[in-house]
């Protein structure tokens, strides 16, 4: 090797950088110098060029920084820079091939610069979007891995030789076959109902099969399988830079090492190795199948909103924790809105608190403060905070709704009626107009705290049982405990059961629901454990709704047997309140008679409101200063369509959130 002239070393890798012009989008590329003979380092300087000048043409380096403590050194412009091991064999991978542009963050953008990183944040989904090729680099593990990996894929991806252009292709063939069976089902619709399901039997056996040769090749070698693992475990899909850097561009190459991927031949082959993916990488799968759901719907010109994009990558990582939103700002529609300046500089709090309030002015509603999630002291949520959104899961534009109403067949909330937010910000503290709809009379545990209890799940702990007689019947079948009644059946089943099913009268067969379930053969109580723990927990901290346990409802006897079609319709009701029970909120109810779900941190004293611009009523804790905090949201029967608005507006009130 020849002799090298002498080079400055930076000892903390400052490189001399001139001010970006931003008049003209100018930004930073880096130009590798191709291998030298005598030189086998890694030389490159740095050239300004506008972002939109097409005669521009650079690759965009998707990478994950790795470890900042394994450290090799680069020359840029004549001085030695110490870059991250990543970083150089990502370098070294692009000199190879021979893309010598380059525009890859950690040396173009000046990162002792908060000011110039903050409007790089912005920057970054044109630059990659600018970009003549994105490519994403994975440090590998050895060549044998890799090709194995390559192997695999080409071989569960391979599809068999495609038949002649004057024959049909297996497409067309069984576009064809389906018109077929369409055309017979409309004549035989006066048919009898064997002929029918002949019919359709026959239509199933006309589609044609795949072939042997086709996509059923699922078995992985012992080299496959362990290539696939290694490729998985690799940090980089947790990155949260990466989402943006791979979805702006449909020229994309994911190299592994030194191997070349395409990402749908990737996401096209692990989707059929499922009985793989397990554990800690059955996470990583659904975080990659997420990611590419965003590259997906970037690619059709369809970006997410804001809110949706954190819903959908919430297991991100990020070195600074501002990044888990930075980094999505340009893949969503309102990200510049929400965020107009980025920065480093400023308090988390304060961008959350200006989100937050930009977000409400946007959309015209005030759910995202009702449902800022558990543990938060502020009236605002914490948007870099990765667990809300998995909490959560805004990805549908259902802000902060619990899983109980994700699921349901209701339709739309509309507590507040159609009403707008009316609020207004004082120092920290924001003061919303809202109405008070009572006070939490008792509640009931959660599901946890009956897993926890320990209590028995296939008997009652302490059995009841009642006869009909005229002093039960005014206890049970009044006009209140009739409405009350009604109120359990929505609230313990009807608000997630399909519309489709037929609508029975309310409390019909459940009054004996737990007589049957410890008494007849039909229906045993081990369909039910989780219910009859709940129950028993209800029990032992003596939960009562206007007066009577809550036991006692339906523990009505009944020496009847089942009906035909009962056995099916109390299966039903019974999965209906277990899965309704998982989403672990407390049923209770208010001094002013009111019934429904509330927060699991709800508690005795607790006050209930419908803030206006929300969609569904809040849990509110009076501060001993002044004010409320938010405690969540909560169900109520009889308000979730808006009924108690009329009312509600002739005592409106000022209500300070902290």
């Known amino acids: 090797m020849a002799e090298v002239p002498a080079i400055r070393v930076s000892p903390y890798r400052e490189i001399s950088y001139r001010p970006l012009s931003n008049s003209g989008h100018e930004i930073r590329i880096l130009v590798i110098e191709p291998l030298s003979p005598e030189d086998n380092r890694i030389r490159c300087h740095l ?24 450290l090799k050194r680069i020359i840029v412009s004549g001085e030695l820079v110490a870059i991250t091991f990543n970083l150089y064999k990502a370098l070294e991978e692009l000199r190879r091939r021979g893309l010598y542009r380059v525009w890859v963050d950690d040396l173009c953008i000046n990162q002792y610069d908060d000011e110039e990183r903050g409007r790089h944040v912005l920057r970054m989904g044109g630059i990659y979007r600018a970009a003549s090729l994105v490519f994403a680099h994975l440090r590998g593990p050895g060549s044998n891995w890799q090709q194995a990996l390559a192997e695999g894929v080409r071989r569960i991806t391979r599809r068999p ?6 024959e049909k292709t297996e497409k067309e063939a069984r576009l064809q076959a389906k018109r077929d069976a369409r055309k017979r089902k409309k004549s035989a619709r006066n048919q009898s109902t064997e002929h029918e399901i002949q019919h359709y039997s026959q239509s199933y056996t006309d589609l044609p099969r795949r072939t042997p040769g086709g996509r059923h090749a699922m078995e992985l070698s012992a080299a496959e399988e362990t290539a696939l693992f290694l490729f998985l475990d690799s940090p980089y899909w947790r990155r949260a830079w990466i989402i943006q850097e791979i979805a702006m561009n449909p020229r994309l190459t994911v190299v592994w090492g030194r191997q070349a991927f395409d990402l749908n031949q990737l996401m096209a082959a692990f989707s059929l190795l499922s009985n793989y993916i397990g554990g800690k990488r059955e996470k990583v799968w659904a975080h990659i199948r997420c990611i590419y759901k965003i590259r997906t719907y970037q690619l059709a010109s369809k970006p997410l909103s804001l809110v949706e994009a954190l819903g959908l990558c919430y297991l991100a990582r990020a070195q600074f924790l501002r990044d888990h939103v930075f980094a999505l700002l340009g893949l969503t529609h309102d990200g510049a809105y929400l965020v107009p300046y980025p920065s480093y500089t400023l308090p988390q709090e304060d961008i959350s608190r200006d989100m937050t309030i930009r977000l409400v002015r946007a959309t015209g509603s005030f759910d995202v403060v009702v449902s800022k999630g558990q543990g938060i002291e502020t009236w605002y949520p914490n948007w870099f905070d990765s667990r809300y959104w998995h909490s959560y899961r805004l990805s549908q534009l259902r802000i902060g709704r619990p899983n109980l109403l994700t699921y349901t067949s209701y339709g739309p909330y509309h507590a507040s009626g159609h009403r707008t937010p009316s609020f207004s910000i004082h120092e920290q503290s924001i003061i919303a107009k809202g109405f008070l709809l009572g006070n939490i009379a008792d509640c009931s545990p959660t599901l946890d705290e009956a897993r926890e209890s320990g209590l028995p799940r296939t008997a009652l702990v302490q059995p009841r049982s009642w006869k009909r007689s005229s002093k039960n019947d005014r206890l049970f079948f009044g006009p209140g405990p009739e409405a009350t009644m009604r109120a359990l059946c929505w609230l313990l089943i009807d608000i997630t059961r399909p519309r489709t099913r037929q609508q029975r009268r309310s409390g019909t ?7 049957t379930l410890l008494h007849k053969k039909e229906m045993p109580v081990e369909q039910a454990p989780l219910l009859m723990q709940w129950l028993n927990c209800c029990e032992a901290q003596c939960f009562r709704i206007d007066g009577k346990r809550l036991v006692a409802y339906f523990a009505m006897k009944n020496g009847m047997p089942l009906a035909p079609g009962e056995r099916e319709i109390l299966e039903e009701d019974c999965s209906s309140i277990q899965k309704n029970l998982r989403a672990n909120m407390r049923l209770g109810y208010t001094d002013e008679g009111g019934m429904g779900w509330f927060h699991k941190n709800t508690r005795v004293g607790d006050q209930v409101a419908v803030l206006l611009g929300s969609s569904m009523p809040c849990v509110l804790r009076q501060k001993p200063t002044g004010g409320y905090t938010i405690v969540g949201q909560c169900i109520v029967d009889g308000v979730m369509k808006g009924e108690a608005v009329r009312k509600g507006l002739q005592r409106l009130q000022e209500i300070q959130l902290h």
């Open 509 to 515: 067969h459940l009054y004996s629901l737990l007589h």
């Open 47 to 70: 050239e300004h060029a506008s972002l939109y000048d097409l005669g521009n043409d650079f690759v965009a380096l998707s990478y994950y920084w790795g470890d900042h403590n394994a």
């Open 161 to 166: 030789d495609g038949p002649k252009k004057t």
